[in-house]
């Protein structure tokens, strides 16, 4: 291996006088292809540099009484592997040619490093019930049935007893019949807010054949999600109202049997799956009726990626000006762009609310938001560490994001041989639908355990009481990072959120988030040494599948971040082949000419060409 122009394929990693797999390795995991991602919200250039951060004694001095209560770290049953190293000596930056991080890059001033311990006391001495104006008098469900407006027979759907803000704001609109932009926090029950006023409009002028309200949503799961609260709120009707779900990645013809034979007057889809369904199947004419249009997540859908199956979708519906029909939109997130755009399927007229006034954080000011520098060869040790501390303070419901399927899964496959004591899921678009939806159900009936997740689960998903979010990587743009965040501290619960970033990964914290008051914080040293050195062991037992695909979902995703980083694609290929050795690759990781291709990186020193992939690596 050359210092000049990094690991020649297809030679060993390990030279004279370099590590072998499982000796002093460390490991990261990488990306992959993301769907479409937000040009307008990527982040300037610059905060490269910068390296691990200095231990902070108070988060040290929190392990050490977790140890106290728990046992020892060192050397417990929860981690495997014995070797030890210093994690940090490495240091990080940008990549050298020979695929070694850099050494003694500057740590972040201790100054900005906070206490754990004293965060989190603060935090929870700051409750915040839901989304609520403390000015503006909460208004009960049953109220709405003595003014008038809502019938008794869709209050009896509804099992909570004051509206949240969005549900009380967008009401009347919603009743009256005019188009909404709403906007508010994630988990404040949009979903009601947009369900109860349809559903009782729905009752109110009677229902069409065919299907009457229309609810696109950007992934399966919270397409499930939206069904089966439009189920709850319609239960008490013994199958009066119908609610279906359409997603892709299940049986087609299934789906239109279903319509078929039964009621679907309340219809949940993706886009792809109703596009689908509108040009191949008879979804056209049992939209002729169509009252409602709901767009959750709105801004997702209208980004580049979902927004031109959105645009057909729309060419299919009735005519506005021969079958009036109102559009909602719903989002926590609303950049301008999308606003713009917007008037693509509202009405001119249409009203925007927001719950988010211009002066308020655009999440929730009683999550505790963390940032964890970490250099790419300490990010996995530094994740799992992090885990470790908050299991052993107790928030053992966990949910790791993770820029690619394939990280997820690298990211997953090692934590099941490093913690013993804590269940993993994995959940990510490679996974099958049916495992998916599994995934999700017994995460969300289990009391701890760690979700390693893709996008999938990014928004909309509502799982109770989980106690932390952890993003490892870049997030696709700072609406994903609030979305994600989003899956913690929903209706009015306590949850805090850590991000871990690279050094060069920085800018997107210090450009995109600049209003989210993020915490400096970092993991004592001493238990990253240890978890690396359990990290180096876990990943001998991940296969080379897992770690090869991991390779190439990694430049596919970080090679639209060149700019961003200041790198040559060179110097990409000189990271991802530096992470394959940290993660124990006997060579560089092979490649299609086509994969490489596509990427745009052909001709790039490095890389690891061949005719044809090992068996299963596609
Ligand atoms: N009026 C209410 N009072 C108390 N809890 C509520 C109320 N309405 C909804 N919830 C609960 O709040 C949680 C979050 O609701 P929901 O998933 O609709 O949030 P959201 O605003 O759509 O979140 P996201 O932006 O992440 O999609 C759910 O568990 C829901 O049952």
Redesign the pocket.
Known sequence: MSSSSGPQPPQSHAGPGQQRPGSQRSSRGGGGRGRGRGGSSRGANGGAGGGPSRPTTAYGDQQQQTRDASGPVRGTGNWRGNNRHDPRRNGSGRPQQNGFANAGAAAPAPAQQVQYQQLTQEVSNNETP?DVDPNVPRVR?DSLLAGGLVSAATLRG???????S??AATLKDILLGNDCLAQ??????????FLLPSIELLRKQGMAPGVNILIISPTRE?AY?IGQ?AQELVAHDHGKIGVQVIVGGTNMNADKTKMRNHPCHILVATPGRLLDHLQNGDLKARCANLKALIL??ADRLLEQGFRQDIEKALTFLPNKATVPRQTLL???TMPAAVKQIATLALNKNYKFISTISEADAATHTHVAQHVLEAPLSHSMATTFALIHSLHAAGKSKLIVFLPTARSTQLYCETFHNLMSNLPAYEIHSRKSQSTRTKTTEAFKSAARGVLFSSDVTA????I?DISAVIQTGLPMNREQYI?RL??TA???KQGEGYLILTPYEMFFADRKLTDMNLIRSAVPNDTLIHTQTAVNNALQHVPAQTKNQTYGAWLGYYKGYLKDFKWSPRELVAAANQMAQEMGCTEVPPMLAKTVGKMGLKGVPGLNIVKFLPDGDA
């Open positions: 839901l469900f509804v099992k909570h007893e004051f509206m949240t969005v549900q508010a926090k994630t988990g404040t029950g949009k979903t009601v807010a919270l999600q609260q959750d997540e719903f989002s926590a928004r909309g998903i509502d109770p979305h989003g899956r929903r209706a009015g």
